[in-house]
């Protein structure tokens, strides 16, 4: 597994996997032994995965994402309303007001625009809002947006 990831990450980047364990550290003889399942020290996975810009997650397991939160710790009941809340996301607002949950917000700076009568844009000084990250999921999946006006 180790070494498909390897390989794998090595033609993302366009390199070779000889090269990449040369500039880390690690003995070409040992690729080899990698096709047959072994795995190199913890330090040479640091640096090849820094190298390629990926995860020692993603070399030694092939993991690309943070794995869910176990629920082996929680109750019957507590993965019962998780499940709930999860399907049906158009409840969430909802739960969220009433358990006191404050929305995700992202600061983004905006430019008020001005437009003079020869159509042209003046930009005023920028400002700060608050905007519900909810609010801008559904903004880039809106296919009818297509500029800033029809926001």
């Known amino acids: 597994m180790f070494y498909d990831n390897l390989a794998s990450a090595c033609a993302q980047m366009n390199t070779k996997i000889a090269t990449v364990v040369k500039e880390c550290g690690g003995a070409v003889g040992s690729i080899d032994g990698w096709k047959k399942g072994a795995t190199p020290r913890s330090d040479i996975v640091v640096k090849?995965?820094?190298?390629?810009?990926?995860?020692?997650?993603?070399?030694?397991?092939?993991?690309?994402?943070?794995?869910?939160?176990?629920?082996?710790?929680?109750?019957?009941?507590?993965?019962?309303?998780?499940?709930?809340y999860k399907a049906h996301p158009e409840l969430q607002p909802a739960i969220d007001k009433l358990l006191g949950i404050e929305e995700e917000t992202v600061t983004v700076k905006e430019i008020a625009r001005t437009k003079t009568m020869s159509r042209t844009v003046s930009n005023n000084p920028v400002k700060e809002v608050q905007v519900p990250k909810s609010k801008i999921q559904a903004a880039l999946e809106d296919?009818?947006?297509?500029?800033?006006?029809?926001?």
């Open 48 to 84: 090849m995965a820094l190298r390629l810009n990926v995860t020692t997650d993603y070399l030694l397991l092939g993991r690309t994402s943070a794995p869910e939160l176990s629920m082996q710790f929680q109750t019957t009941k507590e993965q019962q309303i998780l499940a709930a």
């Open 143 to 151: 296919k009818s947006i297509k500029t800033d006006d029809d926001l």
